[in-house]
C-alpha cells in the first residue's frame, strides 16, 4: 500500500474515536448527550444553512472542514466541559500536544492544512473562523434550552457565567446568533433553568 494512502486511511481511522467522546450536550430525541462526531456533523450542517448570517461573508466550504475538524483533539484531551475552571486551565496544554500527534498522521501537506485550520479555529481572528466559533457557541445552548436547560441545571450554572462563556463569541461571528444567544439566555433566566447571580 502506498505510504501517502496508508497515513491518510491511519487518520480517518483515529477519527473514529470521536464517535466515543460525549460531550455534556443532550441529544434532544433520546435521553443521552452528544458524541463529538454527532455535534461536528451538526456544526458542518448549520455553517451551510446559516452562512448568510455570519457577521462578515465566509468561505463556506473552509468553514465546514473547521468546524468538522475542531474538536479532533479531544481523542487525546477529552471533552472539558464548558464552566470547568479547573479543568480550562489545562485545556490548551492538553489540546496543543493532541493536535501535535493527531494531525501529524496525516501526509506532510495535509497535516498542514488541517493543523492550520485547528489553529485559526482556536484563533478566532479570520471571519470563517469567528463565525465557526459562533456555531459551536449557540449550538449546545440551542440543544441545553430546547432540553429544559438541563445541563445547566445538573450542574448549577448561573446567569453570568453562560452570558461571559458565550455572548461575545456569538456576536463577534454573526448579529443573528448574537441576539439568539441573549435571547435563550433570557428565557433560560425567566424559566429557572440557570441560576440568577444574586444567589451566590
Known amino acids: 500500500m502506498e ?5 491518510q486511511l491511519a487518520f480517518l481511522l483515529e477519527l473514529d474515536h470521536l464517535k466515543t467522546i460525549y460531550r455534556q450536550t443532550y441529544v434532544l430525541h433520546e435521553d443521552r448527550t452528544e458524541n463529538d462526531a454527532e455535534h461536528s456533523f451538526h456544526l ?33 484531551a477529552g471533552d472539558t466541559y464548558a464552566y470547568d475552571e479547573a479543568g480550562n486551565q489545562t485545556k490548551a496544554a ?52 430546547e432540553k429544559g436547560g438541563i445541563s445547566w441545571k445538573k450542574r448549577d450554572i448561573t446567569v453570568d457565567q453562560v452570558v461571559r462563556r458565550n455572548c461575545g463569541i456569538t456576536d463577534d461571528g454573526s448579529v443573528q446568533i448574537g441576539a439568539l444567544a441573549t435571547a435563550i439566555i433570557e428565557a433560560a433566566r425567566k424559566e429557572g433553568m440557570l441560576r440568577e447571580d444574586t444567589d451566590e
Open 44 to 76: 458542518a450542517i448549520m455553517a451551510c444553512v446559516l452562512a448568510e448570517y455570519a457577521r462578515e461573508p465566509v468561505d463556506v466550504l473552509h468553514t465546514v472542514k473547521m468546524v468538522l475538524i475542531h474538536d479532533v483533539v479531544e481523542i487525546d
Open 3 to 7: 505510504e501517502r494512502f496508508r497515513q
Open 94 to 145: 492538553r489540546e496543543q500536544k493532541a493536535a501535535d500527534r493527531l494531525f501529524a498522521l496525516l501526509p506532510p501537506e495535509q497535516c498542514a492544512e488541517y493543523r492550520g485550520l485547528w489553529d485559526e479555529f482556536e484563533a478566532r481572528k479570520t471571519p470563517e473562523a469567528k463565525f465557526a466559533n459562533a456555531l459551536d457557541r449557540i449550538q449546545p445552548m440551542l440543544l441545553n434550552y
